[in-house]
Nanobody, 126 residues
Framework: QVQLVESGGGLVQAGGSLRLSCTVS????????MGWFRQAPGKERDFVAT????????AYADSVKGRFTISRENAKSTLYLQMNELKAEDTAVYYC???????????????????WGRGTQVTVSS
């Protein structure tokens, strides 16, 4: 069974940076497109960023474009999200997710992702 574990969340001041990690076990990491999603209190879970299984293709939500960078190390079965210029509105629980793909592409729909981590809290103080 595929398991995902996020880490790296915490409390940071506005304008600061954090780097989230997601370690995957129980499956072949290189078979999955990976995504980051976030959920703020009282809101739906939203797409943040995604990366294809080789890392060649990425996509971002407009709200984080230019500030966040998604990357992966297939040899370490690890996904990353580098978050810079953080804003109060970035406060949320961040989840990583895995989506099995045949081609080197990605999807942004939450419902398409089969496996999810438990999340890590990111709090940005203004």
């Amino acid at each position: 069974q595929v398991q995902l574990v996020e880490s790296g969340g915490g409390l940071v001041q506005a304008g600061g940076s954090l780097r989230l990690s997601c370690t995957v076990s129980g499956g072949r990491f290189g078979n999955y497109a990976m995504g980051w999603f976030r959920q703020a209190p009282g809101k739906e879970r939203d797409f943040v960023a995604t990366i294809s299984k080789t890392g060649s293709n990425t996509a971002y939500a407009d709200s984080v474009k230019g500030r966040f960078t998604i990357s992966r190390e297939n040899a370490k079965s690890t996904l990353y999200l580098q978050m810079n210029e953080l804003k109060a509105e970035d406060t949320a629980v961040y989840y990583c997710a895995a989506d099995y793909r045949y081609f080197d592409d990605y999807r942004i729909e939450t419902v398409k992702y089969e496996y999810w981590g438990r999340g890590t809290q990111v709090t940005v103080s203004s």
